[in-house]
């Protein structure tokens, strides 16, 4: 129930934010609507069977800040790259271990992997991401696991 | 003050489409399919974040900035998750990793299993 | 005062940089070369589009940027099933365990 109500709220929050518009009737609109995504949700849930998860946590909002410096330096690195003349590409693969229990922990791991250029999730089985590195630098970065352990740390909620 | 936001915006745009161009023309040099993936990821990240900061700082605190705060979120949601569904239909498919890429990655693993 | 305004440079770099991802999609050479730069066009067409609703001064293009970026990844989503499987209503275990 508790989800339901956080679900129509989000949504409301949304419709507000990008219709602008407060006459009543166009309110009414707005609540039909989110009803209707409301229903459509709570139907869906009960046939998917993926688990109920409690993203994002507030913890997640911590860790957006050091991803994007992430994806700024990998961007500038892989900028360097593609402008130097001899374009000094040593492409390689590398085998990564996420420690995260949840799908979704290992959904946001190989996200950030993808983010950040340099380094592309190929193929997520168990507990192995394969992961496609453009140079030595970035392939010993993602190999070192400091995403893994960051993410590890948002989803055991610390 | 609003002459530094105005200065701000144009640096962020013009960054914000260096990267873009850069990242295709980095579609256009790399050798193969992977390689080109890199330099596609790079226009949708820092490209399409630093021109999408650009617009909000001209449009202040307004209904318009939480929309184009939307796409940015939308954009940094899906990119690398249709990015990843292309990756991994490609890597079922078999598009070749390159010599250098498997000759590289032997070593890689190596010196995983000594960690 | 400046020749160009920022919105106007902007968009010439984007549509620089489309051309080139249309270059890069025609060029190949495998089909999912194609895929990696018709993604990367529809990306920077999201953006085009923001900036354009800039440009002309109706934010309100937003809107359609906003869906063009959700139509644009089920749209990937789309093709690259179509690619694998030849149609779209096909499992994805089955198919391929």
Redesign the interface.
């Known amino acids: 129930m508790s989800r339901t109500l956080t679900t129509a709220f989000l949504l409301f929050s ?1 419709w507000l ?2 219709s ?1 518009h407060t006459e009543p009737l166009l309110l009414a609109f707005g609540v039909i609507s989110v009803a209707c995504v409301v229903l459509i949700t709570r139907r869906m849930d009960r046939i998917s069977g993926v688990e109920q998860s409690d993203w994002p946590r507030a913890s997640f909002f911590l860790y957006l800040p050091w991803l994007v410096w992430q ?2 330096k990998s ?1 500038i690195d ?2 360097r790259i ?2 130097s003349r001899g ?1 000094p ?7 990564v271990t996420s420690s995260q229990r949840t799908a979704t922990g290992k959904v946001i791991h ?2 950030s992997i ?5 380094t ?4 997520v089985r168990d507990d192995q991401i ?1 992961v ?1 590195a ?1 140079t ?1 630098a970035s ?1 010993e970065e993602v ?1 070192a696991g400091e995403i893994d352990r960051r993410v590890t740390r948002i989803e055991r909620g610390h | 003050m609003s002459v530094f936001i ?1 200065i701000a ?2 640096v962020c ?2 960054a ?34 630093l ?2 900061l ?2 909000m700082l ?2 202040g605190l307004t ?2 900035t ?3 705060f ?2 940015l979120v ?20 078999g ?1 070749p ?2 010599e ?3 000759e ?2 032997k ?3 190596r ?2 299993a000594a960690e | 005062m400046l020749p160009l305004s ?2 106007e ?2 968009m ?3 549509l ?2 489309m051309l ?2 249309l ?2 999609a025609v ?1 190949g050479p ?1 089909v ?2 194609r ?3 018709i ?2 066009f529809g ?2 067409t ?2 085009l589009i ?2 354009a609703g ?1 440009l002309m001064g109706r ?1 309100e293009w ?2 359609l ?2 869906v063009y ?2 139509v ?2 089920i749209g ?2 789309a093709v ?1 099933k179509f ?2 499987f030849g149609n779209l209503a096909s499992d994805d275990h089955e198919a ?1 365990s």
């Open positions: 949304v934010l990008w602008g994806i700024l961007n892989v900028a593609i402008l374009l590409i040593s492409p390689r693969l590398v085998q190989a996200n993808t983010l950040t250029p340099g592309l999730s190929l193929d394969l496609h453009l030595v392939a190999a | 105005d915006a144009w745009l013009v914000g489409v260096s990267f873009c161009i850069i990242g295709a023309v980095g579609l256009l040099r790399m050798p193969d399919f992977w390689t080109r993936a890199h330099a596609a990821g790079m226009t949708d990240t820092m490209g399409a974040g021109i999408l650009g617009l001209e449009a209904l318009v939480v929309k184009l939307m796409v939308f954009l940094y949601l899906t990119g690398p998750t249709a990015g990843h569904a292309l990756f991994r239909a490609a890597h079922a498919y598009i990793f390159g250098a890429a498997l590289n990655s070593l890689a693993g010196s995983d | 920022m919105f440079v902007a010439a770099g984007i620089v940089t080139i991802a270059v890069a060029r495998t999912f070369d895929l990696l730069a993604n990367m990306t920077k999201v953006l923001a900036v800039f934010p937003l809107d940027a906003l970026v959700l644009n990844f990937a989503i690259l690619v694998r391929s």
